[in-house]
């Protein structure tokens, strides 16, 4: 079930944010102390490269723009406080029903996850991601979705849904901050005929995902022509995806060098 309007309001304020690790990536090189982005700063450089941020800082924004707006929202998530953390928000309707909201996942629209509501349905739905089914399968202490794709492939996102206390919630922000992964990935939502279609740089490739299927993209060789290609599908600032795609190379060669040694 889709969440109502009041909530999908608020969501889509984020219809053409990318969502990206390029920015975690360029501030890590250049901030002292804190790094996790306070949105003040996040609306920013928003302002002046067209970039948003990873999954926290995406939900940091999204929570302000939730209470700003009455409704009630709290942050979600699984292994926090480590690499492989990931975040998103529960928002919950006059009635108390929760939707997940995960702008971390550009792919996903928010769902409802409450399996004891008559609403919520147990079937694969559509409607929620391009090109697949999505599944909602309740767990202890919290849900799985699962993504059923056309060619058979299945891909998984657990969350633990009890309301992770804020200052939790931040620590584990800045940890993530402090913690760059060597391969980039740019996502953002993109018009493409007459849907809306997912497009993605991911360590070095790059895809278009629609209701039609995937399209892989013609592989380059150099950071300028990514630069063009990533500026050109997702608007951000070409001088800044140059300076944070050399970024990745040196940490990709660093990477390489140390499992060499």
């Avoid at 700063?41 to 700003?68: P, V």
């Avoid at 702008?103 to 399996?115: E, H, K, T, V």
Wanted: hydrophobic share 35%.
């Amino acid at each position: 079930m889709k969440a109502p309007e009041e909530i999908l309001a608020i969501w889509k304020r984020f219809d053409d944010f990318p969502m990206e690790t390029f920015t975690k990536a360029w501030f890590y090189s250049k901030a002292e102390g804190k790094r996790q982005r306070s949105i003040a700063l996040m609306k920013a450089h928003r302002e002046q490269y067209g970039i948003s941020g990873n999954c926290f800082d995406l939900a940091i924004w999204l929570l302000e723009e939730f209470t700003q707006a009455g409704i009630k929202a709290y942050p979600v998530g699984s292994h926090l406080n480590t690499e492989d953390g990931h975040v998103g928000l529960v928002a919950e309707d006059a009635s108390g029903r929760r939707y997940l909201c995960d702008l971390g996942d550009l792919w996903l629209q928010p769902i409802l996850i409450d399996a004891d509501n008559p609403a919520f349905t147990k079937e694969r739905q559509t409607g929620f991601f391009p090109a697949a089914e999505v599944e909602v399968l309740p767990k202890p202490g919290g849900v799985e979705i699962v993504y059923h794709r056309p060619n058979g492939k299945q891909s998984r996102q657990s969350y633990e849904t009890d309301p992770v206390p804020l200052d939790f919630f931040m620590e584990a922000a800045e940890f993530s901050q402090n913690h760059v992964y060597p391969k980039p990935l740019f996502e953002k939502r993109i018009p493409y005929k007459n849907e809306i279609a997912h497009w993605e740089f991911d360590d070095w490739k790059s895809f278009l995902s629609t209701s039609e299927g995937l399209f892989p993209e013609e592989p380059l060789s150099t950071t300028e022509e990514w630069a063009e290609r990533i500026c050109q599908r997702t608007g951000a600032d070409k001088e800044f995806l140059i300076e944070t795609l050399e970024i990745y190379r040196k940490m990709g060669k660093s990477k390489e060098k140390s499992e060499e040694e």
